[in-house]
């Protein structure tokens, strides 16, 4: 099984609001990524979490905050994005730490407003 | 920074043809990984390569990487319509451990 979850799917916020992406893996994997998709583009890194300690963090603006609760769970909290944050954000995990082949959940597609 | 070199960035092709496309860098990567992706979905992996000169097969699908370790080829034979989407060369690097992905090629293939 090599399946990482997002939730939600879809997400429509406004400039103001608060909103959490999910992302779970249950592969036992203790490296989990964060990364931001524009159309037609290459994901680009934003953060990566080594046993649950953020390990790396691509000069993300502080709009966007990612925690990781427990060695499965990686939320990226969101608040007064702006409407150029509008893009698909997949959540990855890999096996141990940035050596191993990481594996990419759906993506939530995130339109601000 | 590293860069990978992805061509070509976009293919039309005929059903039951034979599809090509390659990366290549300018320094060296430990493992090279061929995804693809359809449209609002996340990457799915397709090929791992660890060593040097290997070549591995995944169905109709074969990738090698090269023997400097700064290039990779991934070949589709006989497409068929489900093949659309768009495939990233990535490599990985483990000093740095990030992943670096190609501008990706967009498939498209006509039935």
């Known amino acids: 099984d090599t399946e990482v979850t997002q939730t939600p799917k879809h997400l429509v916020m406004g400039m103001t609001n608060k909103k959490s992406l999910k992302c779970e893996q249950h592969?036992?994997?203790?490296?989990m990524y964060w990364y931001k998709q524009k159309a037609k583009k290459p994901p680009e890194l934003m953060f990566v979490y080594s046993y649950e300690k953020l390990s790396i963090n691509e000069s993300v603006p502080s709009r966007f905050s990612p925690e990781c609760p427990n060695s499965s769970l990686l939320n990226l909290h969101l608040h007064a994005l702006q409407p150029e944050d509008s893009a698909l954000y997949l959540c990855?995990?890999?096996?141990?730490?940035?050596?191993?082949?990481?594996?990419f959940g759906a993506g939530t597609r995130l339109s601000v407003l | 920074g590293q860069q990978l070199n992805q061509s070509p960035q976009s293919m039309f092709i005929q059903e039951g043809e034979d599809v090509s496309m390659n990366c290549t860098s300018s320094s060296i990567f430990n493992t090279w990984l061929w995804y693809k992706q359809d449209p609002g979905e996340g990457p799915v992996l397709l090929i791992a390569l660890y060593k040097a000169g290997e070549l591995t097969s995944n169905g109709r699908l074969t990738a090698q990487f090269g023997i400097t370790r700064k290039d990779s080829f991934l070949n589709i034979s006989a497409s068929i319509p489900s093949d659309v989407g768009i495939y990233f060369c990535a490599g990985l690097e483990g000093s740095q451990g990030n992943l670096i992905f190609g501008k990706g090629t967009k498939l498209s293939v006509k039935p």
């Open positions: 592969m036992g994997h203790r490296a």
């Open positions: 990855a995990s890999s096996q141990r730490d940035m050596e191993n082949i990481q594996y």
